[in-house]
């Protein structure tokens, strides 16, 4: 049996060190109610950028500057020590931890940032990172396109741990990515929300035979730093809420059980057992006696990508 944590806060909007102290501070409460797997949003650090669904990025182009700058600054470095926080909070509970991060690439241009999730063990060590594969709409101003090195099942000592991104989750092939890997916990951390985005998920609940983490941002106007560029025209209602979480636990085949927390900051729990899904899959099981693969057959790139090889031999 895993005992889950869905943590549902604000982040302190760009800022990385601030928003790691609440994080381990978070993992720290959850863990002491026994918690063994807690899972936080989407680019939960430094936070998601929702500016970007409410500047317009070519005739903003100074505003989109500003803002993208102070992302840049307070995105994670995941070569270096940034997480280590996190990291050790992991360890000194015990507990897997699941966290939305907006990374900055350290291995080519060191420009361009990914919308990543990361799965850290229970030793403190990094099991996993996916980057989103298709930003969304303006996002795709943001943020790079991930590859499929990250697109894999993990398992934990809480069970087999896979992760799509907010409308990844509306790609099937990526979806099938994971059932076909086994996975018994399909996490989603999501900037969406809402009845509509909730019937998904349960969705794919009975198509996967697999528990689903549903993790909603939660961000209120007077969440976002006082000295955010143009704050008073982007948020001039700090009650607003600019998204209002919808947290969510989904058990094999459909049914809620926890949730969803709306407009409410929080940590979301749930008892979950893993041993659940391989029963739920007796009448459909979509990558296993339901997939008829001399028909449909499913081929993907793991490989990673990139713009340049560097030949051994070429470079001092």
């Given at each position: 049996?895993?005992?889950?944590?869905?943590?549902?806060?604000?982040?302190?909007?760009?800022?990385?060190?601030?928003?790691?102290?609440?994080?381990?501070?978070?993992?720290?409460?959850?863990?002491?109610?026994?918690?063994?797997?807690?899972?936080?949003?989407?680019?939960?650090?430094?936070?998601?950028?929702?500016?970007?669904?409410?500047?317009?990025?070519?005739?903003?182009?100074?505003?989109?500057?500003?803002?993208?700058?102070?992302?840049?600054?307070?995105?994670?470095?995941?070569?270096?020590?940034?997480?280590?926080?996190?990291?050790h909070?992991?360890?000194?509970n015990?507990?897997?931890?699941?966290?939305?991060?907006?990374?900055?690439?350290?291995?080519?241009?060191?420009?361009?940032?990914?919308?990543?999730?990361?799965?850290?063990?229970?030793?403190?060590?990094?099991?996993n990172?996916?980057?989103?594969?298709?930003?969304?709409?303006?996002?795709?101003?943001?943020?790079g396109?991930?590859?499929?090195?990250?697109?894999?099942?993990?398992?934990?000592?809480?069970?087999?741990?896979?992760?799509?991104?907010?409308w990844?989750?509306?790609?099937?092939?990526?979806?099938?990515?994971?059932?076909?890997?086994?996975?018994?916990?399909?996490?989603?951390p999501?900037?969406d929300?809402?009845?509509?985005?909730?019937?998904?998920?349960?969705?794919?609940?009975?198509?996967?035979?697999?528990?689903?983490?549903?993790?909603?941002?939660?961000?209120?106007?007077?969440?976002?730093?006082?000295?955010?560029?143009?704050?008073?025209?982007?948020?001039?209602?700090?009650?607003?809420?600019?998204?209002?979480?919808?947290?969510?636990?989904?058990?094999?085949?459909?049914?809620?059980?926890?949730?969803?927390?709306?407009?409410?900051?929080?940590?979301?729990?749930?008892?979950?057992?893993?041993?659940?899904?391989?029963i739920?899959?007796?009448?459909?099981?979509?990558?296993?006696?339901?997939?008829?693969?001399?028909?449909?057959?499913?081929?993907?790139?793991?490989?990673?990508?990139?713009?340049v090889?560097?030949?051994?031999?070429?470079?001092?």
């Open positions: 049996m895993t005992k889950l944590a869905v943590v549902q806060k604000a982040p302190v909007f760009l800022d990385k060190q601030a928003t790691l102290e609440l994080a381990v501070q978070t993992v720290d409460e959850a863990a002491a109610q026994g918690a063994n797997l807690i899972v936080f949003g989407e680019a939960f650090i430094p936070g998601y950028p929702s500016w970007i669904w409410r500047v317009r990025p070519g005739a903003d182009w100074d505003l989109s500057q500003e803002l993208h700058e102070r992302l840049l600054r307070n995105a994670v470095n995941l070569d270096s020590d940034d997480l280590s926080p996190l990291f909070a992991a360890q000194r015990g507990v897997t931890i699941v966290c939305g991060i907006e990374e900055r690439d350290n291995r080519l241009s060191r420009a361009t940032l990914y919308n990543s999730v990361v799965v850290i063990g229970p030793e403190g060590n990094l099991l990172r996916h980057r989103k594969l298709m930003p969304t709409n303006p996002e795709r101003m943001v943020w396109f991930g590859d499929a090195t990250g697109l894999r099942v993990i398992d934990t000592p809480s069970g087999r741990i896979g992760s799509l991104v907010c990844e989750n509306y790609m099937p092939l990526a979806r099938y990515a994971l059932y076909a890997q086994g996975v018994e916990i399909y996490i989603a999501t900037n929300s809402g009845d509509d985005w909730i019937a998904s998920l349960q969705h794919i609940a009975r198509e996967g035979g697999c528990w689903v983490v549903g993790c909603g941002n939660l961000i209120q106007g007077s969440d976002f730093p006082a000295d955010l560029p143009q704050k008073s025209t982007l948020y001039p209602d700090a009650e607003e809420w600019v998204n209002p979480g919808d947290s969510v636990v989904i058990a094999p085949g459909g049914k809620i059980v926890a949730g969803p927390m709306r407009e409410e900051a929080g940590i979301l729990y749930s008892e979950i057992d893993p041993a659940e899904v391989g739920a899959k007796r009448a459909l099981d979509v990558a296993g006696h339901y997939s008829r693969p001399d028909i449909f057959r499913l081929n993907i790139n793991t490989s990673p990508q990139s713009p090889v560097f030949d051994a031999g070429s470079r001092d």
